[in-house]
């Protein structure tokens, strides 16, 4: 399987993670897209938007991430965007060798050294790929 995550569906992820799908990037039996939020419900309306297409919810960010090569994360503020990424079922637990982040939350450039450095430690990649805008 070769999934690929998404953590983060607000204003911005649930449109990013919307065009993974409408585009035929993510949501097919071979290459679902797996999601989660800190707010469940927003999984849940991903997925009955996108009845026809392959979404799997899961329980936290680390289980997105263990279950992708590639997860992108789309955090609204730097603090969430450290709860997401450090906490205990966060981001950076499920990062394991060859596994792919790619943080598009605006941030200090102190804040993407530190996340790279930490993804990097574990055998993992780090993209910074951050937008703005709502």
Request: charged share 25%; glycine share 12%.
């Amino acid at each position: 399987m070769s999934a690929i995550g998404f953590v983060g569906l607000g204003i911005m992820g649930e449109g990013m993670a919307g065009r993974l799908l409408s585009e035929g990037v993510a949501g097919s039996d071979e290459k679902p897209l797996v999601v989660w939020n800190r707010t469940g419900s927003k999984c849940t309306a991903l997925k009955e938007k996108f009845a026809d297409k392959n979404i799997v919810i899961k329980e936290s960010a680390r289980e997105v991430v263990e279950a992708c090569g590639i997860t992108y994360s789309m955090m609204s503020t730097p603090e969430v965007s450290r709860i997401v990424f450090e906490g205990q079922q966060g981001v950076l637990a499920g990062v394991a060798e060859g596994k792919s982040i790619v943080d598009c939350a605006t941030l200090a450039e102190s804040d993407m050294k530190r996340m790279s450095e930490a993804v990097n430690a574990k055998g993992g990649r780090f993209l910074e790929a951050p937008v703005s805008g709502s």
